[in-house]
Structure formats: structure tokens, C-alpha cells
């Protein structure tokens, strides 16, 4: 799998991952090093993922806390 990040003018680098995506490796691997500081350089800006179980479950939306994301319906 390839994750990376699209924003306005910007773009994080494609990070490859290899074997299986669980949410502390995501959190890790991804919102840590390349979300965060990417949305912490824009302002008002909103963070949408879809709602895979490692975007979902608790400790990667504990991670999300000072970001504003848009909510998927349940």
C-alpha cells in the first residue's frame, strides 16, 4: 500500500508500506511523521481519511486531537 498526503499547493512524499496496516503502525509510521506537520503548516485546514479500521480506531483519533478532520457518518 502507498499513503501520502494531497493539500492545496503541497504534497507529502508517498511512504510504501509493507505487510499489514494496524492503527499504532499507522499513527507511527504516518499521521506522526508526515500528517501532522503538514497540517500543523496549514492553517484551517481539514484532514479527511476514509474510515479503514486503523483511521478508526482510538489511539489514531487521540493522535488526531489538535487536528480539525471531517467526521464520516456512522
Not at 2 to 19: D, E, K
Not at 47 to 56: E, G, I, K, S, V
Not at 59 to 64: M, P, R
Amino acid at each position: 500500500m502507498v499513503c501520502g498526503v494531497i493539500a492545496y499547493n503541497t504534497r507529502s512524499l508517498l511512504v510504501l508500506i509493507r505487510g499489514t496496516m494496524k492503527a499504532k503502525r499507522y499513527v507511527h509510521d504516518i499521521l506522526q511523521p508526515h500528517v501532522l506537520p503538514l497540517m500543523q503548516r496549514i492553517p484551517g485546514a481539514i484532514f479527511q481519511q476514509d474510515n479503514a479500521r486503523p483511521h478508526t480506531e482510538r489511539v489514531s483519533q487521540d493522535c488526531l486531537h489538535t487536528v480539525t478532520t471531517l467526521p464520516w457518518p456512522t
